[in-house]
C-alpha cells in the first residue's frame, strides 16, 4: 500500500526542542516515531533522542511487522534511557513519551506502542479515533469522573525511563488498516493547541499530508499571537494510507476561516 508523509517539530517559546521525530519506510513495511523529553527534568532532549534512535535502528523495513519484535524495540529504548541515567548523575530522572507507529504494507496492518502523554489519532471514513489513552494524571481522574481543572497536566505515570518496576509502554492489537486511512503521531504541546474538531476540519481541506499539517500550525500560530502565551514545543508526523484526499471535501469559507490570520 502506497504511503505518503510529513512532519513538523517547533521549537515554540522554549529555550530548547526536546521534541525528537524519526520515520523509516521499507518496501514491506513502516516505522514512525514521535518522543517528547518529559518537561522540568534535565536531559529530556537526550532521552528522546535515545528512544528514537534506539527504535529506528533496530527496525527492519524489508520484512513483515513482527509484534514481539516491535515490543523489543520499545524495551530497547527504554533501556537505552535507563543506561545513559546511570552512567550520567546528573540526568539521572531523564525521561521521554513515545508514541510509534508500525504499518505492515503487504499485509495492510497497523501496530502501535505509546508511554506518556503524545498521542495517536487514526482518521477513517469522515471518523476520528483518539487510539492512545494518556498516561496521565489528569488522564486517570478524567476517567474517575474527577475534575481535573486543578491538575498539572505534565504530571505522567508512564514515560520511557521512568522505572516504576511496571510496563515500559501500552501496546495496541493488530488492527487492519484501509486505503485512505490517516493517521496523525503528536506530542502535548501539539494537541493541546489543535482540538480534534479542528484536525477533522482541515483534514478535509487538503491534498497532501504536508499542507494538512501546515494547515493545523497556521492555527496554532495563529492562537499563539491572539493570546501572547508561552508555547511548549510541538511535533507531528502525519502518515496517509493510499489516498486519503479522495474523500475529503471542502467545508464554507466561514468554517476555514479559523485556520487563516486575520486581515485587519
Not at 515490543?71 to 531523564?94: F, G, K, S, T
Not at 495496541?172 to 486511512?181: A, L, T
Not at 494537541?191 to 481541506?205: G, I
Request: with cysteine; proline share 2%.
Amino acid at each position: 500500500m502506497e504511503i505518503t508523509t510529513a512532519s513538523l517539530s517547533c521549537q515554540g517559546t522554549r529555550a530548547s526542542n526536546q521534541d525528537q521525530t524519526g520515520e523509516t519506510v521499507g518496501d514491506r513495511a513502516a516505522c514512525f516515531v514521535v518522543c517528547d523529553g518529559v518537561a522540568g527534568l534535565p536531559g529530556g532532549d537526550l532521552a528522546a533522542e535515545l528512544a528514537r534512535n534506539a527504535i529506528l535502528a533496530r527496525f527492519e523495513g524489508n520484512r513483515h511487522l513482527n509484534a514481539q519484535a516491535i515490543r523489543e524495540y520499545v524495551q530497547e529504548a527504554n533501556h537505552a534511557i535507563l543506561n545513559e541515567q546511570r552512567v550520567m548523575p546528573d540526568y539521572h530522572r531523564m525521561g521521554t513519551t513515545l508514541i510509534s507507529l508500525f504499518i505492515d504494507r503487504d499485509y495492510k496492518l497497523a501496530y502501535w506502542a505509546h508511554a506518556g502523554d503524545s498521542r495517536l489519532y487514526l482518521f477513517r471514513r469522515g471518523w476520528l479515533y483518539h487510539v492512545t489513552t494518556d498516561h496521565s494524571l489528569v488522564q486517570q481522574m478524567k476517567d474517575a469522573g474527577h475534575q481535573t481543572d486543578e491538575i498539572n497536566s505534565n504530571l505522567l505515570y508512564r514515560a520511557l525511563g521512568m522505572d516504576s518496576g511496571g510496563a515500559e509502554a501500552s501496546y495496541s492489537d493488530v488492527v487492519p488498516i484501509e486505503d485512505g486511512d490517516a493517521f496523525l503521531l503528536c506530542t502535548d504541546g501539539f494537541w493541546h493547541c489543535v482540538d480534534e474538531a479542528q484536525m477533522k476540519l482541515s483534514l478535509q481541506m487538503v491534498n497532501t499530508p504536508q499542507e494538512w499539517l501546515a494547515l493545523m500550525n497556521q492555527i496554532i500560530q495563529k492562537n499563539n499571537n491572539a493570546t501572547q502565551l508561552s508555547q511548549d514545543n510541538y511535533s507531528a508526523v502525519a502518515v496517509w494510507m493510499g489516498s486519503p484526499e479522495e474523500a475529503t471535501l471542502l467545508y464554507s469559507l466561514s468554517d476555514t476561516a479559523q485556520f487563516f490570520p486575520s486581515q485587519d
